[in-house]
């Protein structure tokens, strides 16, 4: 079974950073792209960025463009997605996802980490 677990959250001020790591345990990190989703509080999940093996990426969400930025460590089953001039609109819960594809256009998400909170505010 594959596992998908993501660390680094927490609670910063507007203009700092945060970096998250998505660590994939049980198999060997496949060549699937790895996605990052966030839920914002009463809105719905929307697709942040993704990342293919060989360290293709795009981001889904316009918000994050030349703030975010989404990598990938494949000797440590890792993924990355560092977080600069964090805004309050990116408080949320974000998830990464493990993808049934190995290109980020094709986005039907197999595995789900649990989620990682986190919050922006002054």
């Known amino acids: 079974q594959l596992r998908l677990e993501e660390s680094g959250g927490g609670t910063v001020q507007p203009g700092e950073s945060l970096r998250l790591s998505c660590t994939v345990s049980?198999?060997?990190?496949?060549?699937?792209?790895i996605n990052w989703y966030r839920q914002a509080p009463g809105k719905e999940r929307e697709a942040v960025s993704c990342?293919?093996?060989?360290?293709?990426?795009?981001h889904f969400a316009d918000s994050v463009e030349g703030r975010f930025t989404i990598s990938r460590d494949n000797a440590k089953n890792t993924v990355y997605l560092q977080m600069d001039n964090l805004k309050s609109d990116d408080t949320g819960i974000y998830y990464c996802?493990?993808?049934?594809?190995?290109?980020?256009?094709?986005?039907?998400?197999?595995?789900w980490g649990q989620g990682i909170q986190v919050t922006v505010s002054l």
């Open positions: 990342i293919t093996e060989s360290g293709y990426s795009r």
């Open positions: 049980g198999w060997t990190l496949r060549p699937r792209a």
């Open positions: 996802a493990h993808s049934r594809f190995t290109s980020c256009e094709m986005r039907d998400m197999e595995y």
